[in-house]
């Protein structure tokens, strides 16, 4: 895999940090990773889109190399807080977003923070209404398993790594995240156990979807277990003038699993909209 570290910075909050790699020139796309994951999940699109943009792809707070989750952010309108942040000290006054899960999730509030920042808006295997309740309670009931055993049991991987894979994922995929996922412990436990309470427990963002009024591309992996296709065409029926693009084969890190088919699909849309 290509070495990134060349383009790692690290952004100084009050009470944590966040850790990003900036890359190319252009028009700029802020990247956000799913749940569990970091920046080097879009591994397959940097170098792709840096061709064309400034890309900037930020490990969510408790992620990656980025710090804690501190107290203070304890919805998913404080991560846009300080994602804005993060491109304040940057200097970048409009920019792209760019959020697969969690990441669509900040993704929008950021929108709704800031709409005449936000050019264009990507949001692939997520969703922004609530948590559907039966999924919360599965989802909590783990974390108390995870906070409980100070790390993520062996059955619990088996248990986690089909969720974020189509019917048929390529084994290196699946054993690189099972290692990864059996890695956390400590801090880094409490952390994922913080941010997994904040993203199950969303607001329904839903309830502003009127105010989406930016060019809104919707992706799905078809075979996504975490996040369903009809919760994309939810959004995009909400969401006047979105577009909504199937990823063939495809489970919930679609980015990974069909890179190719992602890299056309963000290419055609971002150069639609962004000159």
């Known amino acids: 895999m290509t070495s990134f570290d ?4 690290s952004f100084q909050l009050p ?3 966040l850790s990003y790699l900036d890359m190319g020139q252009g028009p700029v796309l802020l990247l956000g990773h799913s749940y569990l994951w970091d920046s080097l999940m879009w591994r397959e699109q940097l170098e792709v889109l840096a061709r064309h943009y400034r890309v900037i792809a ?4 408790g992620h990656g190399e980025s710090g804690s989750v501190p107290p203070r952010v304890n919805s998913l309108r404080v991560v846009a807080d300080d994602m804005l942040a993060l491109m304040d000290s940057l200097e970048i006054s409009e920019f792209s977003v760019v959020g697969l899960s969690v990441g669509g999730m900040w993704g929008a509030e950021l929108v709704l923070k800031a709409p005449a920042r936000v050019q264009t808006l990507v949001m692939m295997d997520s969703f922004i209404g609530f948590e559907p309740e039966v999924t919360r309670a599965k989802y909590y009931g783990m974390l108390d398993v ?20 189509s019917n048929s994922p390529e084994e290196r995929l699946t054993s690189a995240f099972a290692a990864k996922l059996a890695t956390l412990a400590g801090e880094r436990i409490a952390d994922i156990e913080r941010m997994g309470r904040l993203v199950f427990g969303r607001r329904d963002t839903m309830d502003d979807v009127e ?5 809104v591309l919707v992706m799905v992996g078809v075979e996504d277990k975490a996040r369903s296709v009809l919760e994309s065409y939810l959004m995009h029926d909400a969401i006047d003038g979105s577009k909504l693009v199937h990823i063939p084969a495809a489970g919930h890190i679609s980015c990974l699993e069909q890179s190719a088919f992602v890299n056309d699909a963000l290419l055609a849309f971002l150069s639609e909209h962004l000159r």
């Open 6 to 9: 060349a383009f790692r910075h």
């Open 15 to 17: 009470d944590t940090h």
């Open 211 to 215: 105010q989406l009024t930016l060019p």
């Open 146 to 165: 995870i906070k409980a055993a100070g790390s993520i049991p062996a059955p619990m991987i088996d248990a986690i790594v089909p969720l974020f894979f």
């Open 58 to 61: 930020v490990d969510l707070h």
